[in-house]
């Protein structure tokens, strides 16, 4: 599992180790870091072009403590200081004795860049707040023009570190080098755009309890159920699926294609597209509805396709009152709004950004901007786990605990339908047992790497049923060792 760490809990953690640990420790250890990733990048550090964009905190000055190791092993090294006066002193004392150069005329940095191997920025770390200032964006347009590699120190300047919000101009970043742990805005879109690849470097602090999580490959096999030696069909879960219309019955089709493929002995589809179902997927129990009427199951899924006739109003309230975890998605989600039945068990929401903000009453603009913030509101006025669509997918609850982003997603992903086939697999795992914040993670996990799997490399467009054939392919993927 990768962590996050508050900045608040990150400042706690490194002012606790640094009473017990000589001055400066933490910050030699920071550049001692960064310094072997540049080296690495460079392959030949003598002779080398690197430039330093320093702020006025310590994030510069870790960026002062790299570049003057690299200046000790032959690279040609120039600090541009943003803020002359309040450049770390150490670092720019440690940079001018090691042979590297401080300019202050912002211009001339500018050309330097142009020409630069590796620029580094050391504007601001996780004391920057707001965007880029006026001073630095010209600096951060000329590192993103620059054909050398940029990285930046601790997290890309201008994307908040506690949300990954960009409220302006950032730098755009080859390559991150973080100290001690994540910062939730490196794993979170929009600031995880602007991160790259993503590198930590442990610096010995110990932040407690993170406020983010990402799965990892090795999680997987410990949260995917294995049917034991007594297993059946019933004991292995029921999955009913409320999907599709006979005059859409695709999204039917979709979303039992993800049942499936997920944990459920067998998936029991109601609605008017049961013969487009059938035809497909001979093994699918069908009933016409409604729900309450079709038998037993241990999960719902309902939304995908479903319209919003008085069939899929009443549908909606049943499965709400059923007794057993109910995942919504998709057209469920608009009578959600309408409906008083409370859930008598585990909810989990799947929108996308256009989704949450109807349910939240703004617009999806300010959902994909500060996407964090609007998937543990709508988690706690719903009082549902929340699954957020979208290239970092998100999945909180309405209790305190970690927020799961997705690291798996593709761009291509975005692609008609594939949305009913995560909330088919995700309501699958739901029935099969697994909580809804592991249910909802561990489908974003699969149903991304069965996208990545089935676009293969460089890529190519896929369909959703695409999606829903290497899921098992995926799945075995994830619970192979090593
Ligand atoms: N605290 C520690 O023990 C360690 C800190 N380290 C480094 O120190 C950084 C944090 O240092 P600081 O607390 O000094 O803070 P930063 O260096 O992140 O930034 C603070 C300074 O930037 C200015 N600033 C804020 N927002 C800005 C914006 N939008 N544009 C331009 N300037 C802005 C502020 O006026 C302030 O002077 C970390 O990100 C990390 O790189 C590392 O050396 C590891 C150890
Ligand atoms: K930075």
């Known amino acids: 599992m990768r962590r996050a760490h508050a900045?608040?809990?990150?400042?706690?953690?490194?002012?606790?180790?640094?009473?017990?640990?000589?001055?400066?420790?933490?910050m030699r250890r920071a550049a001692a870091g960064l310094a072997a990733t540049c080296a690495g990048l460079l392959g030949r550090v003598y002779g080398s072009r690197v430039v330093l964009l320093v702020g006025s905190g310590?994030?510069?000055?870790?960026?002062?403590?790299?570049?003057?190791?690299?200046?000790?092993?032959?690279?040609?090294?120039?600090?541009?200081l943003?803020?002359?006066?309040?450049?770390?002193?150490?670092?720019?004392?440690?940079?001018?004795a090691a042979g590297g150069l401080a300019v202050t005329d912002l211009a001339a940095a500018t050309r330097l860049i142009d020409r630069a191997d590796v620029v580094l920025d050391g504007i601001v770390g996780i004391g920057g707040k707001g965007g880029l200032r006026d001073d630095a964006a010209p600096l951060a347009a000329a590192a993103d023009r620059s054909a050398g590699l940029t990285v930046a120190v601790d997290l890309p300047s201008g994307i908040d570190p506690d949300t990954g919000e960009v409220p302006g101009a950032a730098v755009r970043a080859d390559?991150?080098?973080?100290?001690?742990?994540?910062?939730?805005?490196?794993?979170?879109?929009?600031?995880?755009?602007?991160?790259?690849?993503?590198?930590?470097?442990?610096?010995?602090?110990?932040?407690?309890?993170?406020?983010?999580?990402?799965?990892?490959?090795?999680?997987?096999?410990?949260?995917?159920?294995?049917?034991?030696?007594?297993?059946?069909?019933?004991?292995?879960g029921v999955v009913g699926v409320v999907a599709g219309s006979a005059r859409y019955p695709g999204a039917a089709v979709l979303a039992v294609a993800g049942a499936l493929a997920g944990a459920a002995g067998a998936v029991r589809y109601v609605g008017p597209a049961a013969d487009a179902v059938v035809r497909r997927f001979p093994e699918v129990l069908v009933h016409a509805g409604p729900p309450a009427?079709?038998?037993?199951?241990?999960?719902?899924?309902?939304?995908?396709?479903?319209?919003?006739g008085s069939g899929a109003r009443e549908a909606i309230a049943q499965v709400l009152g059923s007794g057993v975890p109910v995942l919504v998605?998709?057209?469920?989600?608009?009578?959600?709004?309408?409906?008083?039945?409370?859930?008598s068990a585990e909810l989990l929401l799947t929108p996308h950004a256009g989704e949450a903000a109807a349910l939240l009453g703004t617009d999806r603009a300010a959902v994909e901007a500060a996407r964090l913030a609007h998937v543990r509101e709508l988690a706690r006025a719903r009082r549902a786990t929340v699954l957020l669509k979208g290239s970092t997918t998100l999945v909180a609850d309405p209790v305190p605990a970690p927020v799961r982003v997705n690291p798996t997603g593709t761009g291509w992903l975005a692609t008609a339908g594939s949305g009913d086939v995560l909330s088919g697999l995700a309501g699958s795992l739901l029935a099969a047992g697994l909580t809804a914040r592991d249910a909802g993670s561990v489908a974003a996990y699969l149903h991304g790497l069965a996208a990545r799997r089935a676009t293969g490399v460089p890529g190519a467009p896929i369909t959703a049923m695409d999606v829903?054939?290497?899921?098992?392919?995926?799945?075995r993927d994830a619970v192979t060792p090593g």
């Open 175 to 236: 390559v991150t080098v973080t100290f001690g742990t994540h910062k939730p805005g490196l794993l979170v879109d929009p600031g995880a755009r602007y991160a790259g690849a993503v590198r930590l470097v442990p610096i010995g602090i110990d932040p407690g309890p993170p406020v983010l999580e990402a799965l990892h490959h090795s999680d997987l096999a410990g949260l995917l159920p294995v049917p034991g030696e007594l297993s059946d069909k019933y004991r292995r």
């Open 293 to 308: 009427d079709a038998g037993r199951v241990q999960a719902w899924v309902i939304g995908p396709g479903i319209g919003d």
């Open 58 to 80: 310590d994030n510069g000055g870790d960026a002062l403590y790299a570049g003057a190791l690299l200046a000790r092993r032959g690279a040609g090294v120039t600090a541009a």
């Open 7 to 26: 900045v608040a809990d990150v400042r706690d953690a490194e002012a606790a180790l640094m009473r017990r640990l000589p001055e400066g420790t933490l």
């Open 468 to 475: 829903a054939a290497a899921l098992p392919g995926a799945w």
């Open 329 to 343: 998605d998709a057209d469920g989600l608009a009578l959600l709004r309408d409906t008083t039945v409370e859930p």
């Open 82 to 96: 943003l803020a002359p006066e309040r450049a770390h002193p150490g670092g720019l004392d440690a940079l001018r």
